[in-house]
């Protein structure tokens, strides 16, 4: 199993913009995608963003133009820029890889990263 670690999560008023990484315990670079959940309170958990290891990107139609997924190999990154955020983006975020029917490869889910969007 890989390990992911959230972090970049703050409080931040409606309009504002935060960016989240996630840095996995072992190389992603063979993984198919790498996607950005986020789960709200009293909701289930929802895919935000993907990204293939071809760069296919994909949107939920609640962030698309707000929101940016990208990946770097490398450093075994996957990082999200958000902007314009509004009241309903609060939740916890997470990151893990992904399956060719973009669906969690793993059991396991890190600690997240708390959004906060309020005034």
């Known amino acids: 199993q890989v390990q992911f670690v959230e972090s970049g999560g703050g409080l931040v008023q409606p309009g504002g913009s935060l960016t989240l990484s996630c840095a996995a315990s072992?190389?992603?670079?063979?993984?198919?995608?790498m996607g950005w959940y986020r789960q709200a309170p009293g909701n289930e958990r929802e895919l935000v963003a993907s990204?293939?290891?071809?760069?296919?990107?994909q949107y939920a139609d609640s962030v698309k133009g707000r929101f940016t997924i990208s990946r770097d190999n490398r450093r075994n990154t996957v990082s999200l820029e958000m902007h314009s955020l509004k009241p309903e983006d609060t939740a916890v975020y997470y990151c893990?890889?992904?399956?060719?029917?973009?669906?969690?490869?793993?059991?396991?889910w890190g600690q997240g990263t708390q959004v906060t969007v309020s005034s």
């Open positions: 893990t890889g992904l399956n060719r029917n973009l669906a969690p490869l793993y059991d396991n």
């Open positions: 072992r190389s992603i670079f063979a993984l198919y995608a």
């Open positions: 990204i293939t290891s071809g760069e296919t990107i």
